[in-house]
């Protein structure tokens, strides 16, 4: 049924790159006769997923979106897909995103822009927008995306749906392509909270092949989740932050968000206003560290080992065909990234610029450890506006980075993060989200609180 509807609806919404239609059906039918036999493999054996294409699976292409990696398919499964398929979950294909997960909106990607199913003329964000439109438009009912300043949140918020990134390590980087390793999370989406908590107990927990992979017990967010579906939230503290809100956020946002405050009250909460005086350096301080990260990690993409390659006639020298594919292979934005971050990292400017962006850091994780003092969870809008036109923020990077104003906080802390429906905005009917934000290891409170507010 979900490629039947894929194959209606996606020439439309365009949210997937690849499609296994035999690689799922067969998935499938493992899953039900394990089901016929007793031994389903987990809660969701036979559920189907989309995949977002900055994961590697060895049966399916791998592009991150990019030219640079078209065609290419990868010689191993990322801890993510094993996990996936130990458990019986059936994966439709890889989803559109921002070329190397380096955007808000999609438009980034080297294989068309990604449209809303809530409005076809709009981003569905980015850069996990593949994903997010995929659980929008019914294509499937599960997603896996990529975090690293708020790539499954914000186009959770923007497409109506679910999105959770983990704490940090909380879920294996081992096979996800590498953009800002010390920011990236892979983690679930769903169009529920439970459905959310479901995939998260599948793909979290240690991993050897990650170096950075938390060594915990993985939190109870199923047991959570199904807790908070009782809709009480007596004896939970909750934090508005002050930085997160007021001049740069729709009226329609604005609302939504004191809407979805009052309901948390109405549910038992305690609310309180909570300042985070440090949230205000946080898009700086990413815009220093991803891309510097970023020009490292992309150094990889060299025409030697992967996909591309350019000027390879033997009259170039291996320097040139590495510089040409490199010229051809990498859009306008990961350029960008690229030459940001190598500036940033350069002796002279290392101090100046990377070393200041990590004292921010600091400062904002204390922040967050000073507010979970005084509260349990913390709450905000996801973003500052709802779903905008396509082309509408192409030629304006800043405007693009804005969208991330209220997610990346939790990025560079490495706590856990969520975002949730919170209705749609009354200026333009589009979806907003509420951000949930909970301390390190402590994931199981936001699906307490989705749950309940959902
Ligand atoms: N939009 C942010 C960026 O462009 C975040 C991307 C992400 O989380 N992968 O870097």
């Known amino acids: 049924a979900h490629l039947d509807r894929i194959a209606a609806v996606d020439p439309a919404v365009h949210a997937f790159l690849h499609v296994d239609d035999d690689g799922a059906l067969a998935a499938a039918r493992?899953?039900?006769?394990?089901?016929?036999?007793?031994?389903?493999?987990?809660?969701l054996a036979g559920v189907p997923l989309a995949l977002k294409d900055v994961l590697v699976t060895s049966d399916m292409p791998t592009t991150c979106g990019s030219k640079m990696l078209e065609d290419w398919t990868p010689p191993y499964d990322a801890t993510v897909t094993q996990r996936l398929r130990e458990a019986g979950v059936v994966v439709l294909g890889k989803t559109n995103m921002d070329e190397f997960a380096m955007g808000s909106s999609t438009e980034n990607s080297a294989y068309g822009t990604t449209r809303n199913p809530w409005d076809l003329d709009r981003v569905p964000g980015g850069s996990g927008g593949g994903s997010a439109a995929a659980l929008a438009a019914f294509e499937a009912p599960l997603a896996i995306g990529t975090d690293t300043g708020g790539s499954i949140r914000q186009p959770g918020a923007v497409t109506g749906t679910v999105g959770v990134k983990p704490t940090y390590g909380?879920?294996?980087?081992?096979?996800?392509?590498?953009?800002?390793?010390?920011?990236?999370?892979?983690?679930?989406?769903?169009?529920?909270?439970?459905?959310?908590?479901?995939?998260?107990?599948?793909?979290?927990?240690?991993?050897?092949?990650?170096?950075?992979?938390?060594?915990?017990?993985?939190?109870?967010?199923?047991?959570?989740?199904?807790?908070?579906?009782?809709?009480?939230?007596?004896?939970?503290?909750?934090?508005?932050?002050?930085?997160?809100?007021?001049?740069?956020?729709?009226?329609?946002?604005?609302?939504?968000?004191?809407?979805?405050?009052?309901?948390?009250?109405?549910?038992?909460?305690?609310?309180?206003?909570?300042?985070?005086?440090?949230?205000?350096?946080?898009?700086?301080?990413?815009?220093?560290?991803?891309?510097?990260?970023?020009?490292?990690?992309l150094a990889r993409f060299d025409a030697m080992r992967y996909g591309?390659?350019?000027?390879?006639?033997?009259?170039?020298?291996?320097?040139?065909?590495?510089?040409?594919?490199?010229?051809?292979?990498?859009?306008?934005?990961?350029?960008r990234r690229i030459m940001l971050g190598t500036y940033a990292l350069?002796?002279?400017?290392?101090?100046?610029?990377?070393?200041?962006?990590?004292?921010?850091?600091?400062?904002?994780?204390?922040?967050?450890?000073?507010?979970?003092?005084?509260?349990?969870?913390l709450v905000s809008p996801t973003t500052p506006t709802t779903a905008f036109r396509i082309g509408e923020r192409v030629d304006d990077p800043m405007a693009m980075y804005l969208a991330d104003l209220c997610t990346i906080p939790s990025n560079l802390a490495g706590n856990a993060s969520m975002s949730v429906p919170s209705g749609l905005s009354d200026e333009d009917g589009l979806p907003v989200g509420l951000q949930i934000m909970a301390p390190a290891l402590a994931d199981d409170r936001l699906y307490r609180v989705g749950a309940a507010y959902e």
């Not at 036999?37 to 987990?42: D, E, I, L, N, Y």
């Not at 590495?322 to 859009?331: H, K, N, Y």
């Not at 350069?346 to 400062?363: E, H, I, M, N, P």
Request: hydrophobic residues 40%; aromatic residues 8%; proline residues 3%.
């Open 170 to 297: 909380g879920v294996s980087r081992y096979g996800l392509v590498a953009f800002s390793s010390s920011l990236d999370q892979a983690g679930p989406c769903g169009r529920t909270v439970l459905d959310a908590a479901l995939l998260h107990e599948v793909i979290a927990g240690h991993d050897p092949m990650d170096s950075t992979s938390v060594n915990a017990p993985v939190p109870q967010v199923v047991a959570a989740a199904r807790a908070g579906a009782a809709g009480d939230l007596r004896g939970m503290r909750v934090g508005v932050v002050r930085e997160l809100g007021g001049e740069g956020y729709q009226d329609g946002v604005q609302r939504s968000f004191q809407a979805a405050v009052d309901q948390l009250t109405a549910l038992g909460a305690e609310v309180v206003e909570v300042s985070c005086p440090h949230f205000d350096y946080g898009l700086g301080a990413y815009y220093l560290i991803a891309p510097s990260e970023c020009s490292s990690n």
């Open 30 to 43: 493992r899953a039900d006769e394990d089901r016929a036999a007793g031994r389903a493999a987990s809660e």
């Open 346 to 377: 350069s002796s002279g400017y290392y101090d100046a610029y990377y070393g200041q962006a990590q004292k921010v850091r600091t400062l904002i994780t204390r922040d967050f450890t000073a507010a979970f003092e005084k509260v349990d969870v």
């Open 308 to 335: 591309l390659r350019v000027g390879d006639d033997g009259v170039h020298s291996a320097e040139e065909v590495m510089s040409l594919t490199r010229e051809a292979g990498f859009g306008p934005e990961v350029k």
